[in-house]
């Protein structure tokens, strides 16, 4: 059962710069923290780099709670699509790059939250009792997505 929770969070962004300049700075993950409400801090767990199976510790942050999730590198299609798994949460978090067919330096952003099966029991207990309700945060996750894909434009357009 698919609650507003689990609903499919979205926000998307046409950007005036190339892919590869998009890209590059999408996966310097030490910049994310910048641009996202809620991410602290993204700590690769495996050597080998940016690449599916990597393990990475997120940090994230909502007033005075502070917690972890583990995050698993799902797919890598550079520069143009990047998925990572929250087993924790249940939560698949999607990026996916388009070059303007009409203007190649142009890029089209898509940043996606999908439930593909459901949110972890963790999550369902967690956000009620910390972060303000289960459907409440999502809100505030979908808020936060478009801050951070409005914060990855105005660093590519700088």
Known sequence: MTTNAARELRAEAVIEAPRAH???LLTDFGQLSSWSPETVRMIPLKRGGLRV???YLGINRRKAVVWPTRSVVAEVEVERRLVWDTP?????WVWELDADPADAGRT???HRRPVPRSLSLGSRIVAPLLLG???GHADELEAGMATTVAGLKAAAER
């Open 53 to 55: 199976g990597q393990w």
């Open 108 to 110: 089209r952003v898509v």
């Open 22 to 24: 998009v890209w590059a």
């Open 133 to 135: 309700g289960n459907e």
């Open 88 to 92: 924790s949460s249940g939560a698949q």
